[in-house]
């Protein structure tokens, strides 16, 4: 069956009268509303005059409600719980349910590490992890944050800094032990190097005194598609890989790694945490946002 177009009164007036007629004063209602008691004043004339009849008796500074007034506030009031009802209870699926969406370098190397921590301070929270190196479209994908690299700002979005993003070689132990446990910078042009195409190679060679264009580019080598791989592959001791030493602070520590030289190199790129700027103090968010804070705070601080 399809349903005629509704003849309702505009939706101004009637939540005016509704909080009129449940105060039966128009100056506390227009202090709930946000509104001036004129403008609630006049909401409701245009109600009456729509309707055709009054719905309040004005007599020595106070309303009180018409025959008519008193029939028509209470189905309106049952109306109003409805709606404010329904809408309860898409604000707590959505308060139910937080999805990050991050990198696959970012979630494997880190995020993943930690989240459970997060959860278990939140446990009346499903939390899901959207991992992928495209970017999420927010009204689309049904992402609540996301954990971006970049430079920012980004427009709509509002945008945490999280930490910069830095690079230097590192190795497995036990190929630099097979290299005699000592390395110079001029030796990488001559090593197993992992996605020798990535610029960062480029930069961290001419940050350190190489000149590369005389030099020669680094050897070739295997290419990874992303920093988590290209790690995973120099603790296989595939060779010497450009990484982040933020993000592998736990496997340096356990001896699964080894930075071969103090120099890092930075273009002034960083991971941020972004979400939509109406959304970025919903609850959720807001927790997340300061948990995930707070944790990269922590890890810096342990440098």
């Given at each position: 069956m399809v349903r005629g177009m509704r003849r309702l009164p505009p939706l101004a007036a009637i939540r005016a009268f509704e909080a009129a007629a449940r105060h039966e004063n128009f100056t506390v209602a227009a202090a709930e509303l946000g509104m001036t008691q004129a403008a609630v004043s006049y909401q409701i004339k245009l109600l009456e005059e729509r309707v055709g009849a009054p719905l309040f008796h004005r007599e020595r500074g106070r309303v009180v409600l018409t025959e008519a007034g008193r029939r028509a506030a209470a189905p309106i009031a049952r109306a109003f719980d409805a709606i404010d009802a329904a809408f309860a209870?898409?604000?707590?699926?959505?308060?139910?349910?937080?999805?990050?969406?991050?990198?696959?370098?970012?979630?494997?190397?880190?995020?993943?590490?930690?989240?459970?921590?997060?959860?278990?301070?939140?446990?009346?929270?499903?939390?899901?992890?959207?991992?992928?190196?495209?970017?999420?479209?927010?009204?689309?994908?049904?992402?609540?944050?996301?954990?971006?690299?970049?430079?920012?700002?980004?427009?709509?979005?509002?945008?945490?800094?999280?930490?910069?993003?830095?690079?230097?070689?590192?190795?497995?132990?036990?190929?630099?032990?097979?290299?005699g446990n000592t390395l110079t910078a001029e030796d990488l042009l001559h090593l197993p190097i992992i996605s020798p195409h990535d610029v960062w190679w480029s930069w961290w060679l001419h940050d350190a005194g190489i000149d590369v264009a005389a030099a020669g580019r680094p050897r070739a080598g295997v290419r990874m598609d992303s920093q988590a791989n290209e790690g995973a592959a120099a603790m296989a001791g595939q060779g010497v890989a450009m990484l982040t030493p933020f993000l592998w602070?736990?496997?340096?520590?356990?001896?699964?790694?080894?930075?071969?030289?103090?120099?890092?190199?930075?273009?002034?790129?960083?991971?941020?945490?972004?979400?939509?700027?109406?959304?970025?103090?919903?609850?959720?968010?807001?927790?997340?946002?300061?948990?995930?804070?707070?944790?990269?705070?922590?890890?810096?601080?342990?440098?």
């Open positions: 209870e898409l604000r707590a699926e959505d308060e139910a349910m937080l999805t990050i969406s991050t990198s696959q370098t970012f979630a494997n190397t880190w995020l993943a590490w930690r989240l459970g921590g997060f959860q278990m301070g939140h446990p009346e929270m499903a939390v899901r992890l959207a991992v992928s190196d495209t970017l999420s479209d927010f009204v689309t994908d049904e992402v609540d944050v996301a954990i971006r690299t970049g430079r920012g700002p980004w427009d709509g979005l509002s945008a945490d800094l999280l930490v910069e993003i830095d690079f230097t070689p590192m190795c497995s132990p036990a190929f630099l032990a097979r290299q602070r736990n496997d340096i520590a356990d001896g699964r790694l080894v930075r071969l030289f103090a120099q890092t190199s930075n273009r002034g790129d960083a991971y941020w945490l972004v979400a939509p700027q109406h959304r970025r103090n919903v609850p959720k968010i807001k927790r997340f946002r300061e948990w995930l804070i707070e944790e990269v705070r922590k890890d810096l601080a342990g440098r």
